[in-house]
């Protein structure tokens, strides 16, 4: 059964950082990109960070470049988004997502997706 597990959210003050992990189980993990997305209340989910299946593409919103980095280990079956700079608009669920677009921020790319894992950015 193929499954996405985030985990690493929590309370952050601005300007802190975090690092959030999605374990991948169930599925060829090394053959799929993964999506990091998130939803704050009241707003349609968008994406943040996405990488290609061998970690040598990756892609940002541009709300999130140059404080979040997006990294995989394939021999763990996990990626890794480390949030520095955090400001409270960062705000939301944060979800991994798998498909196979490389480079794609779009929610319609992929094809299974986490129960995600909450981040709040106040003081």
């Known amino acids: 059964q193929l499954q996405l597990v985030e985990s690493g959210g929590g309370l952050v003050q601005p300007g802190g950082s975090l690092r959030l992990s999605c374990a991948a189980s169930?599925?060829?993990?090394?053959?799929?990109?993964i999506g990091w997305f998130r939803q704050a209340p009241g707003k349609e989910r968008e994406g943040v960070s996405c990488?290609?299946?061998?970690?040598?593409?990756?892609n940002y919103a541009d709300s999130v470049k140059g404080r979040f980095t997006i990294s995989r280990d394939n021999a763990k079956n996990t990626v890794y988004l480390q949030m520095n700079s955090l400001k409270p608009e960062d705000t939301a669920v944060y979800y991994c997502?798998?498909?196979?677009?490389?480079?794609?921020?779009?929610?319609?790319?992929?094809?299974?997706w986490g129960q995600g894992t909450q981040v709040t950015v106040s003081s």
């Open positions: 169930g599925f060829t993990f090394g053959t799929y990109v």
């Open positions: 990488i290609g299946s061998k970690g040598r593409s990756t």
């Open positions: 997502a798998a498909g196979y677009y490389i480079g794609s921020l779009a929610t319609s790319r992929y094809d299974y």
